[in-house]
């Protein structure tokens, strides 16, 4: 991204806040889960812990920066997004992002069990992500920036 687009793209604090009051859905087998940065949630834990794993992410490959892509052009990204974690061997059930207030489109993505922090972050980077959510059983999750200047 250049500094023309970057300049259009919402700040670091608008993004942070809007992370920060969405509400992360895993379409889990038994029941959906809702999931919350911060909070901790043994509904998380149980599934996680299921296939024997500690740590887990949400990672999206849409509206890379926060700039909204076409319909066609995300699920485009979405689809090598599943197609790079279905090679790794790892868990998925999909999961989407929805901003509380409405400010931001819902994304669709993966929640990801057994990948760690720090795949996740290269994953993260590698899609464009300002920020991921990530977690490990009987702890809180965590949202973590991709991009350097959230993290100056």
Not at 7 to 27: F, G, K, L, Q
Not at 62 to 76: A, D, F, G, I, Q
Request: proline share 6%; with cysteine.
């Amino acid at each position: 991204m250049d500094d023309q687009e970057r300049s259009n793209a919402p700040s670091v604090e608008d993004c942070d806040a809007a992370y920060r009051r969405t509400s992360y859905m895993i379409d889990a087998p038994e029941a959906p889960i809702i999931v919350r940065i911060n909070q901790p949630s043994d509904d998380v834990d149980t599934l996680v812990d299921q296939f024997g794993e500690t740590e887990w992410a949400f990672i999206t490959a849409y509206n890379p920066y926060s700039e909204v892509l076409t319909p066609e052009e995300n699920e485009k990204r979405h689809e090598g997004l599943l197609f790079d974690i279905q090679t790794r061997g790892l868990i998925t059930f999909p999961s989407y992002g929805v901003d509380d207030d409405g400010t931001w489109p819902s994304e669709h993505g993966l929640f990801v069990i057994g990948i760690t922090r720090e795949d996740a972050i290269v994953l993260g980077r590698r899609l464009e992500q300002n920020a991921i959510v990530v977690g490990v059983v009987g702890g809180s999750p965590e949202l973590v920036w991709c991009i350097a200047e959230a993290n100056r």
